[in-house]
């Protein structure tokens, strides 16, 4: 049900915002869901309080203000269905699920992202150590971390909030 409303959220969102080079496109026939990236990324810049209309406290909490929902909890952490994981703040996508891997940290993990200049990396020195934050190209929507402990062929683990992404399933 949720990934019903999420694509009916979504394809409304992009129809009303025209198909500029910088927009997501999400094509949707009784037989199919494609999503085409963005040729370019245009920024999304609100203001704290219109994204904590839009979003949910707990999108909020992590998108915004860089939390982290608990292991294991997550609706996308133990997800094996085909399609594309989008930000659900700015609905970029982000990852393809050919390249989700179990990585037994209770979060989705990626090896790479659908296109390397989709999410951007930022040094993270919060809590006494230092890691490298994952955020949204579009929307700066804190995503998750990145670690030099992944699987071939990139060695990258892409560890992402379930509550950061929303699923569009491939049929």
Request: hydrophobic residues 35%; glycine residues 6%.
């Amino acid at each position: 049900m949720k990934n019903s409303l999420v694509l009916i959220a979504i394809c409304f969102v992009f129809t009303a915002c025209g198909q500029s080079n910088s927009k997501s496109k999400i094509v949707v026939s009784e037989e199919n869901v494609s999503i085409e990236l963005p040729k370019s990324i245009e920024k999304v810049v609100k203001e704290e309080a219109e994204w904590k209309r839009e979003l949910s406290e707990e999108e909020y909490y992590v998108l915004r203000q860089k939390g982290t929902e608990r292991a294991f909890t997550g609706d996308s952490w133990d997800n094996k269905e085909a399609g594309t994981y989008i930000c659900a703040a700015c609905h970029l996508p982000l990852f393809d699920s050919k390249t989700k891997f179990k990585s037994g940290t209770g979060w989705p993990s990626f090896y790479e992202p659908m296109r390397t200049d989709l999410v951007e990396d930022v040094v993270d020195r919060a809590h006494g150590m230092v890691r490298t934050e994952v955020v949204c190209s579009r929307c700066e929507g804190h995503l998750g971390h990145v670690f030099n402990d992944g699987p071939k062929p990139t060695g990258l683990r892409y560890c992402i909030n379930s509550v950061s992404m929303d699923f569009v399933k491939k049929n």
